[in-house]
Structures are given as structure tokens and as C-alpha cells.
């Protein structure tokens, strides 16, 4: 067998996957617990203005329902575990003093979902916000550990809870920093971000490199406080 003819029965490789060639999430029902707080209520008034079908969790069923007429737009309110049972996608936005019993106690609910955790561990004292990390190293491994049966990525940190719940705002100027195991997962997520005017998600590493992503909130909250600002974060040059 001549060169040439070993080289023609060689299979042509594949074009590499364009990063930004995104799933269409349109038809996924996004739940999220915790929705009665600002940054759950936030997210969850932005992507239901977006057009997706979003049901907000609480501990109470009562208070979920007020916050979903509240926000308008088709927003359902139920408690945590019919709000898990009834999603596609759960985003996690629970203070992070509740974070692990509250997972613990949905992890039959959330067997099967693509879970989106966007809690920040900190701590507050008179210096300000500082990084508090989990023993597992990151609340997005946390939640990992107490779900096995659950595909966890992590994201949706860095945004400001006052803009989210604006709604004269309409454009979020920011990047989402989304982190996961499985490529598929992360897309999924990344074109959730990109469903909310002014976001974009972009693909910042597997679940071990979540502790800084979620730590960065600190010092974000330094620079709102000294700017008057409600900032947020670009990548650039991708």
C-alpha cells in the first residue's frame, strides 16, 4: 500500500465545534430556589422577560406564589420541592447559610437536573466582605457532593441583584463565568446567560476552579461600595 493510498482511507478529521454554536433553551422549564430573594427573584424576572417558563421555590409555597405574581410574566411560584420536581434546569440562589440542607433535603427532587449553583460563600465584618471556602472547596462542590445523582455546573455570580431586579434596566452589560464537567451542561447554561439582554456566558473551567469565581463576589462589593457602582465582569479578547 502506497502512502497516498493509506492517506485516502484515512477519515477526515472533524472541524473543531464553534464555542459559541449554542444549544436552543427556549422549550426548558428553569426553576429556581430561592427565587424569593433579591438575586433568585432577579434572575428569574430576567429570564422570564426573556420568554422562558420559570417557577420560583421557596420554603413557604404561600410567599413563592406572591413573589411570582409579583414579577409577572408567567412566573409560577411553588414550594422548593414541587419547583424542582417541575424544572428542567434548577438554579440554586439560597443564602449560603442554608445551601447544604436545603440541597440535602431536595436530593430526590433534583436527581436528573442540570443544577446551576450561584451561591457565594462569605463572610462580613467591619473590614467588609471577605471568601469563606467550603471544606469541599467550593459551594458548586458542595452542591456536586450532596447531589451524585444531579449534573452540577456553577453560575450567575456576579451580578448585581439591584440591576436583575430593575426593570428600567434593559441590558445587563456583563460576562457570566460558567464552570462544569460535561460540555453539553455548560452550553446549556451559557445559552441561558445569553437569553438576558446585555449577558453573555462564556466557559470559565471545570467545578474545581469555581472557589475563586465565587470569592471574586468580595471584592466586587469592594469596588460597588467605593464607586456607587453596580459592576460586573467582561472577558475580553474571546
Known sequence: MTSSDSAAQT?????AKDPW???DVSGLVVGVLGGTGPQGKGLAFRLARAGQ????????????RAAAEELGHGVEGA??????RRSDVVIVAVPWEGHGKTLEALREELGGKLVVD????LGFDKKGAYAIRPEEGSAAEQAAA??????????????????LQDPETAEIDTDVMVLGEVRDDVEVVQALA??????RGVFAGRLRNAHQVESLVANLI???RRYKAHAGLRVTDV
Not at 477519515?11 to 472541524?15: D, E, L, Q, V
Not at 417558563?53 to 413563592?64: L, Q, T, Y
Not at 445569553?194 to 449577558?199: D, Q
Open 11 to 15: 477519515p477526515a478529521k472533524a472541524p
Open 21 to 23: 454554536d449554542l444549544p
Open 53 to 64: 417558563k420559570v417557577i420560583i421555590g421557596s420554603r413557604a409555597a404561600e410567599r413563592a
Open 79 to 84: 414550594d422548593n420541592a414541587e419547583c424542582a
Open 118 to 121: 450561584c451561591v457565594n460563600p
Open 146 to 163: 450532596l447531589l451524585p445523582d444531579s449534573r452540577v455546573t456553577a453560575a450567575f455570580h456576579h451580578l448585581s441583584a439591584v440591576l
Open 194 to 199: 445569553g437569553r438576558i439582554l446585555g449577558m
Open 222 to 224: 469592594s469596588v460597588n
